[in-house]
């Protein structure tokens, strides 16, 4: 299994809601990676977790929560978004976090905050 | 932090045609760059990493030190190959993973 899945592909919420991304793979990956991408634009760091321990919080606001619970599975919790926070949401990993590794991209969360 | 610049939004040429993707960098030192490719409706692919030193889809990218560029060329564009193209450096302290902004390559026929 050569591929990162996403889940769901499309998710509405109003700005009460409390949701959850989900990311999975199974190639070992001891890296994993939370991207924001706006239209038009090229997918912005979020969050990177190294063996399931967070490694790097791009000052991301605090409503998104990441979770790693295993080597397998990020989560990204999400609560009171705003309507900018409306986006593609990737989800990648990588065998190791650190230089000249190449990143494996699922097909994304479209996330629409009403 | 390391960057990498794109100056091109967007390239149009013709089926047939030649086809350079301008990818500058702005750090020192041996950096190991990528060009991942988005086709429409598709996942964000890695196309090709410079030491590889291999070509894919007839794509190929040189390291410039001396220019400090590793430009995406391809000698026969294709139609299918029109697609959103960022190039990417692994980042400071090789931890980040910054893309380029991006050029949207249009291939007509």
């Known amino acids: 299994d050569t591929e990162v899945t996403q889940t769901p592909k499309h998710l509405v919420m109003g700005m009460t809601n409390k949701k959850s991304l989900k990311c999975e793979q199974h190639?070992?990956?001891?890296?994993m990676y939370w991207y924001k991408q706006k239209a038009k634009k090229p997918p912005e760091l979020m969050f990177v977790?190294?063996?399931?321990?967070?490694?790097i919080n791009e000052s991301v606001p605090s409503r998104f929560s990441p979770e790693c619970p295993n080597s397998s599975l990020l989560n990204l919790h999400l609560h009171a978004l705003q309507p900018e926070d409306s986006a593609l949401y990737l989800c990648?990993?990588?065998?190791?976090?650190?230089?000249?590794?190449?990143?494996?991209f699922g097909d994304g969360t479209r996330l629409s905050i009403l | 932090a390391q960057r990498v610049t794109q100056p091109e939004k967007l390239l149009s040429v013709f089926k047939g045609a030649p086809v350079e993707l301008k990818c500058n960098y702005s750090?020192?030192?041996?950096?190991?760059l990528f060009w991942y490719v988005q086709y429409s409706r598709q996942r964000l692919q890695l196309l090709l990493r410079?030491?590889s030193r291999e070509s894919i889809k007839g794509f190929t990218a040189d390291l410039n030190k001396g220019e400090t560029s590793f430009h995406l060329k391809k000698p026969f564009a294709q139609e299918e190959d029109s697609a959103m193209y960022y190039c990417?450096?692994?980042?400071?302290?090789?931890?980040?993973?910054?893309f380029g902004s991006g050029t949207k390559l249009n291939v007509k026929p």
């Open positions: 990648a990993s990588s065998q190791e976090e650190g230089g000249g590794q190449p990143q494996h």
């Open positions: 190639m070992g990956h001891r890296a």
């Open positions: 977790y190294s063996y399931e321990k967070l490694s």
């Open positions: 750090y020192s030192g041996s950096p190991e």
């Open positions: 410079h030491i």
């Open positions: 990417a450096p692994p980042g400071g302290n090789f931890n980040k993973f910054y």
